[in-house]
C-alpha cells in the first residue's frame, strides 16, 4: 500500500514505506488460539445441563468480545502504523482512533544505527534509532529488514545525490 501522495510536498518521493513486523501480531493469533479453545471446553462442559443453552450464548458472546479486544485491536493498530522514509523526511504515523504522528527532516538526521537480537534477525526486523538534534535517540521497534532500511535512510541522509533512492528503482524487490 503506497503512502497518500497528496500529503507529501512537492518533488517529494516515498523511498520506504513499510508496517511494523509481523511478529507483533504472533501474541493475538495465540492469544485468539486460548480464547477459542477456552470457550469450546467451556461450552462442552455445560452443554448437559438445563441452562446449558443460555450458558453456551453466553460463552459465545464474551468469547467474541475477548477476540475482538485481544486480537482484532491489535492487528487494526499494526495496519495503522506506517513508517515511511520519504526523499525529504522519516515520517511515523501510529493510531486508529487517536493518531499521532513524527516527522523527522533527513537535514536534521545525525546518525542512523539499528540492533536486533538473534529472534529478530531470525524473523528479519529490528530496531531502527535514528539521532537526530533532539537530546533522546529516536527508536523504531519492529522494523522489517531493518539493516536494508538503514542502509536505504543513510543513503537519502548524506549528501551524495547520485545514490539516492528515484522513483522506478528497484527496492526491496519491488518497483
Known sequence: MAY??????PNEHVVIHKHSHWKMLLLPVFLLLVVVA???FLASLVSGQSW?????????VIGVVLAAWLTLTPVIRWRTTHFIVTSDRVMYREGVLKRTG???PLSRINSVRFE???LD?????GTLIIESASDEPLEFDDIPNVERVHSLLYREV??????DYRPGEVV????
Open 172 to 175: 526491496d524487490g519491488r518497483a
Open 121 to 125: 534477525r531470525v524473523l528479519g526486523c
Open 38 to 40: 477456552a470457550c469450546a
Open 52 to 60: 446449558g443453552g443460555i450458558a453456551q450464548i453466553a460463552l459465545i
Open 116 to 118: 536486533h537480537s538473534l
Open 4 to 9: 497518500p501522495d497528496d500529503l507529501l510536498s
Open 158 to 163: 548524506n549528501d551524495n545525490p547520485d545514490d
Open 102 to 104: 513524527l516527522d523527522i
